[in-house]
């Protein structure tokens, strides 16, 4: 009798890979693949690609991989602790700022809308963003700037992808196992579509689809090793995120999430508008037109001194108050403030 390699026997099993890191790596957008196979892959360089990491394992934990992963594959898993959210049609997710929202906050509301059609379903984790990235590269939406305009209150970046056909989303969902869950709750009445992502003010990272509301995928909890992560993410989709993240720590970003929210509730006095915040490294900005008496385009100082002084004062009453640098600039009509972490 004789008894074949593991090796051989894989070329046999696995038609069309070589060897099993390259099966495995190319089911890397799965995110339960991936939970399997990282569980053996602890004490590798992550710098190793994945296909040769799997490969240098000995034979009985790559037989222990195939084995999971094929198990997986033909029977599926069941999802035990679900975390399930609600969405209704029809509302104005960028509006809804009065309370109604439920606990997960986007607008999405519970039995306030009893007879709207409610779906389920189950929020997915970091690995599946990959592949949600993948989708945007293929749907030639590579070269992208965070969108402060459409930016929800509770969010502190906000990447949104509008007027996307329904069909060609569909269709490159169905691509990806871990994606393709999604694409029986897509509204097929409607031919357009829109994909967004972001980081929110509370310190988690979010992605998922939407039409008049957002309908949340997939939630991580951003951390060091996260950031981490998404700084190295090899995707062209991915690049104005990094370059937003690289130089911010978890610690800056929950410091600016408190400062947007605690700034919905700072009043300068009358103005006729006010710009949306945005963000420029370690730098959170509001804007204010018409605030105070204005001549020839300038403020006057009285005025100036004045709502300078009173700014400083409602800062230092804020948890963050002693972790940022104020900026007050006035100019044409506008009142600048920008806040910079130290």
């Known amino acids: 009798m004789i008894i ?41 360089d992550p710098a190793i690609e994945l296909s040769n990491a799997i490969n240098l394992l000995d034979d009985r934990e790559k037989a222990d991989i195939k084995s999971q992963v094929e198990k997986y594959l033909s029977g599926g898993i069941e999802d035990k602790d679900p975390v399930v959210l609600t969405s209704t049609r029809n509302i104005n997710v960028f509006n809804s700022t009065n309370g109604t929202s439920n606990q997960v906050g986007f607008g999405l509301v519970g039995d306030k809308f009893i007879g709207e059609s409610i779906e ?3 929020v997915s984790g970091k690995g599946v ?31 949104y992808y509008d007027e996307l056909n329904c069909d060609d989303v569909n269709s490159i969902f169905s691509r990806f ?36 509301n957002l309908t949340p995928m997939g939630r991580f909890k951003l951390s060091k090793s996260t950031i981490k992560w998404i700084v190295q993410l090899q995707s062209k989709s991915a690049e104005s995120l990094k370059k937003e993240l690289v ?12 400062i947007k929210r605690d700034m919905k509730d700072f009043n300068p006095g009358y103005h006729e508008s006010k710009l949306y915040p945005y963000i420029s ?22 005025e100036y001194i004045n709502i300078k002084n009173n700014f400083s004062t409602w800062v230092l009453n804020k948890k963050w108050g002693d972790k940022v640098l104020v900026s007050i600039q006035p100019k044409s009509f506008w009142l600048n403030i920008h806040l910079k972490l130290k």
């Open 4 to 44: 074949k390699k593991y090796i051989d026997f894989i070329k046999e099993d696995k038609k069309g890979f070589s060897n099993l890191g390259e099966w495995i790596d190319s089911l890397s957008d799965d995110e339960y693949v991936m939970d399997i196979v990282n569980r053996y892959l602890k004490d590798f």
């Open 177 to 212: 196992k871990s994606l393709s869950r999604y694409s029986n709750i897509f509204d097929y009445q409607k031919n357009q579509i829109s994909l967004y992502f972001g980081v929110r003010c509370d310190g988690q990272f979010e992605y998922g689809f939407g039409y008049d």
């Open 129 to 159: 963003f990959t592949s949600f990235l993948k989708v945007l590269t293929a749907l030639g939406r590579k070269e992208s700037k965070p969108n402060y305009k459409d930016c929800p209150e509770d969010f502190l970046l906000f990447y």
């Open 247 to 258: 130089n911010l720590s978890f610690n800056d970003i929950t410091i600016l999430g408190n």
């Open 281 to 302: 490294d370690k730098i959170i900005s509001f804007g204010y037109k018409g605030v105070g008496k204005w001549d020839n385009g300038k403020l006057d100082q009285g």
């Open 120 to 122: 389920e379903i189950t």
